[in-house]
């Protein structure tokens, strides 16, 4: 087998470097610093770590009801050989639907961002024609609307305002102020959420939009090994199990 | 890197064989032939087969709201993006708590009929002695007993009537109804579960106590794939949220 | 919470059924028809039963350097304490890549089908024009053509005459038959994989295109249990250790 | 079904707080912080922020060959369909074997220090002790030894160096100091490797040993989402066949 090829990582008896820095000299800064390091190649700057730490801390856990974590403390329940195991069910949780809203609304960007390119429109009517397609697709549109907050998510304003207070917004977070308006006035009010908070800075820092996913992975993870680490220890095995009602065929032979 | 070795299937361009034997010639013959070929590298006799189907269809699904089951369902109702990754969701809830069982008795069996041949006991009471170490040390035994069914598990009664019908019941099935009798002279009257039953006989078939906890696992993952596509059929993403009672530290300010 | 509605499974002390039958009238029979009960709601006859046995076990194993197989021995390598997690690591490498194309190709039956009817064609015109625009496209078709079987598999062969025999096969066979053909005289000739035939003849027997997947994945679960077994039975924790060139930044300091 | 409990998270339409703490009160510290707070209920000071920065980054990744990062690659080259299905197949790889031995080593030192105690021994004398008796059980202590890294490893000294500089220091460092020494006399000269260097500190830092295990899986998700999105950035999927060498049974016939 040919040898793998990789741009990460490299490692002998006496050194192991990341993207060509020594991990002792990473160990002087922080893990969101390795985090943008392992995804950019290169550190970020004191904004961008900022961000980016922000970021992580928005999705490390909302509750424990919420699929990752219910589906971490499932696991454990039935399985206390493997810490990993109860971890890694709670991340099969996470997919374009739970924590999957970020990478859409990234892409969701870059596509109304082509359309001003390409056509020539202003931000402003490129939104409009986003937002007005959707109507007429009854499509939804990634990034709002929220199931429990109904008015704007704090973590939006949060976001947006250290984003334009650290001189990092761009075309990203225009164009979503700029969706928010047009939807306002095309469909109904309705709140930028925090996938969509993360997608515009995410984008406008530069990140593709897989990274709107995997950042929801790694910042969740802080919160599912909690969430195992709190079953393990406030309950037994066992413990759950779901109420279900049979709607199934009727009592018969074979 | 070595390449690495393996006793199991090999294939190249003309040919796929499982232990030794074409593939085609296997599609012949049930699924349960090749579990038994593939973990004994033998095939069954007609009595084995016949035994092996029974354990996977016992154990192949018992309700949605079994730690596997609703592991799985709630994996997908997060993430619709892998049918793969809501099954292995399933999967990691599969531990000794839940289809592990089957394992530990094997283990407790192999550890009774060890205990009769080194002190010269009969198997009466070396099932004794195990009852009576376990009720002193308030240790439960492994395949006794069920949270649902307090009356003997129809599972277990025909397992152990095909086994001793089909002539395999050997010494497994022999200590499970001797340590049977001296928990209910012991402790109190517990039926043998499904998996104290399972044991028995994958022991007296002679597969090893891991088999305990991989039959669970093939078994179920019929029941987990019909899980999860009734999940996709019938639910839509999203629609499970558990509900949690907070009752950590009250609102504080940094 | 509501209670989750199921039409699969429910047990409670005295009983447990699947799809209303009881489970030990259900052991009495092969875990094939549990599984093809399990996904249908019906009981196989003798003949279908026969085929869902031969692509179960087609697809249980056919070498341990596949992904899904590798993939669970590399976990078993770092993580001996759940068999299941390392089950769970192999399932995970299930995807459309790999034992998906099935699905993949049941929908293209179906595409090809309802081009037939919709636009009055012969099987065999409809299977031209999905071969020609393929050809125009250069999209790869599913289901044809292997990485190490360049003739036709024997798996296909075993299958199709299987079915034909049986009296089950219909315009699914029909049409992947017209299909190769098609491909041949546009294309260049590529034999029909076990993917296409099992897609063939699961669409024949009535199955969703989902159930190509699942149905690999119950079928692999066997093989992955067995190299699980394997890797821990043989081989020390740690063993594999893949070798990596690293073509990154060079060295530097902060 | 009764509301789960859990003292972790919480939030309603118009909030969401970790332990008490808005969420956006946290966003503006480090996800470090974050982390901190969910598994210890209180912030970190500055220096215990530092070390816990230090541990995460100092896990990461140290080569795609590994077995977490290896399995999520092949997983990745299989299954192109869920981003998270590849990063949770890598963190099942995580096991006492890959990543556990900081675990194992936390409670190594705890059970020196109780020895310590409970026979009124020195630190010293106390880790002469579990050397011996390691040495006569021919059992390898955790936390000692490299299979790259013979000589001592960088990151210990430089966790070590920080901790008794912010004077964090306790006995866990001085546990692992003396234990070092009293190997060298008695065994051989073995380095304290990254495991038992972020063990000591951990401990000293108040931490459980599961924690050991859990800050790998949280360090190590960001090298895997990484290796992930490398995969399939750079390769094709079902690059990947690892070579194997069938010993099995000749060909024969049924």
């Known amino acids: 087998m040919e040898p ?14 990341i993207r060509g820095y020594e991990i002792t000299a990473l160990m002087k800064l922080t893990f969101a610093d390795t985090v943008f390091l392992l995804h950019r190649s290169r550190l970020p700057n004191a904004n961008e770590r900022r961000l980016l730490d922000a970021i992580l801390v928005a999705v490390a856990d909302h509750g424990s009801g919420a699929p990752s974590c219910a589906t971490a403390r499932l696991a454990a329940s039935g399985n206390r050989q493997s810490l990993s195991a109860a971890v890694a069910a ?103 959420n925090i996938d969509g908070a993360l997608a515009a800075v995410l984008f406008d820092l530069g990140f593709p939009p897989a990274f709107g996913k995997l950042v929801f992975i790694i910042g969740r993870v802080a919160g599912l090994t909690a969430e195992v680490a709190e079953e393990y220890a406030r309950e037994k095995a066992m413990r759950i199990r779901i109420p279900v009602i049979y709607d199934g065929p009727e009592p018969r032979e074979l």
């Open 4 to 17: 793998w090829r990789t741009a990460i990582a490299t490692s002998d008896e006496n050194t192991l470097r």
């Open 90 to 192: 709670g991340i099969l949780a996470i997919g374009d639907e739970h924590g999957g809203a970020g990478s859409a609304c990234m892409e969701l960007i870059a596509e109304g961002l082509e359309l001003a390119t390409a056509e020539k429109l202003s931000i402003d009517d490129a939104a409009r024609r986003i937002a007005q397609s959707a109507k007429s697709e009854k499509r939804r549109l990634p990034g709002f609307g929220h199931r429990v907050h109904t008015a704007a998510d704090p973590r939006t304003y949060f976001l947006f305002g250290t984003a334009e207070e650290a001189g990092v917004a761009g075309t990203g977070i225009e164009f979503m102020r700029a969706l928010n308006d047009a939807i306002a006035q095309t469909i109904r009010p309705l709140p930028i």
